[in-house]
DNA sequence: TCCTTAGTTCAAAAGTTATTGAACAATTGG
DNA sequence: CCAATTGTTCAATAACTTTTGAACTAAGGA
């Protein structure tokens, strides 16, 4: 079972900035980036909604073609699309991180990284 | 009598993402940037739209900190806040301008310069 | 002063997006 | 098989956005 993707050159910029111009999914990104390299899956987001609401905003995410969801047993790895949004739209992606990563106002996740204790 | 606008650092990613992701708003601001230093008014973009709904998307991205409306008479000379954009959001304004003129789904200003009949 | 030009405001209608909870499916581990 | 884990789907609702037309304001020119 996979998940639809449009594909590369069907990446919309209106729909792309529409789909970041929302705190939660910019949020979303923003980790991403932070974690770029790590596959996160859904429950990972926890901290920015309820599950059926990250998995509203996940799929936006996925149908405007800004991450990537891979199904791997119940779990979907959430990666961003970097190589084809910057193939499409040079350098608005890390413009929109960096600005992201400045922006206090943006919800964020974290805060509960497992303790190892003594 | 001046119009308000966002002082540079009022200006939040989200709400600029969120008012460029619509395609007239976004064919507005690609026509401001093919005529950088030419003040336009609203008139001039009248293909992209009626001209209350341009007053509309005009006071949107007014109020979104992305461009500049100076009264002068009864016209609004509008133009980029392209200094502010660029120091709040480094690299963002040059990435969706370069891309929005490559958009040929993005609607367009133009196709009424005055003929110069012989 | 009267008319035109430029743009705003208002209220209504239409459309879209976000959020919720309950129910559902699919995989994994015991 | 059973239960737990992961995430989706559905329907309802609330909230916001876009578009429209009619009425309006303000400035400028005849």
Redesign the pocket.
Known sequence: ?T?PHPHADQISLPIVL?VLG?P??LAIVRYLASKEGVPL???QFLDL????????????LREAGVTR?EV?????LITLRRDDLDARFPGLLDSVIAAAAEDTALPAVGGHEVEISA
Chains 1, 2 share one sequence.
Do not use: E, F, I, P
């Open positions: 079972m998940l529409a929302d939660t999914r899956n859904c429950s909604g309820s599950k059926t609401n990250l998995s509203y905003h996940l799929a936006k969801a791997v047993g119940t779990s979907r």
